[in-house]
């Protein structure tokens, strides 16, 4: 069946180093890559995504990057402050959203 | 914060017994979703619900089951539940943009089944 895998399970940076977080998926029907971040006992919170028409998004401290042809993505950090650390997720779905299949998650730690 | 509400917020129930959570979607959204969330792991799909049908399902039992409104709520019931039922569960509810959906959660139902 559809997979997601994502590493690393936990990361530990200096505030102010970047962090980067790499997803596997193997369903080639995914077209739509969301990531999550989800605080301790809160719900999880769409940062970014990134369709399968698109390399590259960045958004600020944030960027994705997608390789359709290897079925890699990955999540990018730059300058990270200590309100970053939490968990992240990589999910990837099929055309219109279906079916979201979830990575088992990174715990970032940002030390001050 | 997102339009997305859930209740009850915390439930615990007894192996064998039924349980029904509730979602409210956020306005304008015709998709929802239900996925559970075990104790330090990723939200697991569990089915998706457009226009009140069911239109996806992931490796859940017939027990898990669910209804959407047509004002786009929706019910995710479990029968006969069991102690690895004990999860967080959300609700996502969906729009469409520039071809795909954006998934907006729910603050969730943490389930224990004792």
């Known amino acids: 069946g559809e997979n997601v895998e994502q590493h690393p399970s936990t990361l530990s940076v200096q505030e102010g180093d970047s962090a980067v977080i790499k997803c596997t998926y193997s369903?080639?029907?995914?077209?739509?890559f969301p990531w999550y971040k989800q605080e301790l006992g809160k719900r999880p919170q769409l940062i970014i995504d990134i369709r399968s028409n698109v390399g590259e998004k960045k958004d600020q401290r944030i960027a994705v990057t997608l390789n359709k042809t290897a079925k890699h993505f990955s999540l990018h950090i730059t300058e990270t402050q200590p309100e970053d650390s939490a968990v992240y997720f990589c999910?990837?779905?099929?055309?219109?959203?279906?079916?979201?299949?979830f990575g088992a998650g990174t715990r970032l730690f940002v030390k001050a | 914060e997102t339009g997305v509400t859930q209740s009850p917020t915390h439930l615990i129930k007894t192996r064998g017994q039924q349980v029904t959570l509730r979602c409210s979607s956020q306005?304008?959204?015709?998709?929802v979703s239900w996925y559970q969330q075990a104790l330090g792991q990723g939200p697991q799909f569990i089915f998706q619900y457009y226009r009140e049908e069911e239109n996806g399902r992931g490796n859940f039992p017939p027990r898990f089951s669910g209804l959407q409104f047509p004002n786009y709520s929706s019910e995710l019931n479990v029968n006969a539940l069991e102690l690895d039922d004990s999860a967080l569960y959300l609700c996502?509810?969906?729009?469409?943009?520039?071809?795909?959906?954006?998934?907006?959660f729910g603050p969730g139902t943490r389930l224990t089944v004792t």
């Open positions: 306005s304008g959204h015709n998709t």
């Open positions: 369903d080639s029907a995914s077209n739509y």
């Open positions: 999910a990837a779905s099929g055309d219109g959203g279906f079916k979201t299949i």
């Open positions: 996502a509810s969906s729009r469409f943009r520039d071809g795909s959906y954006e998934q907006y």
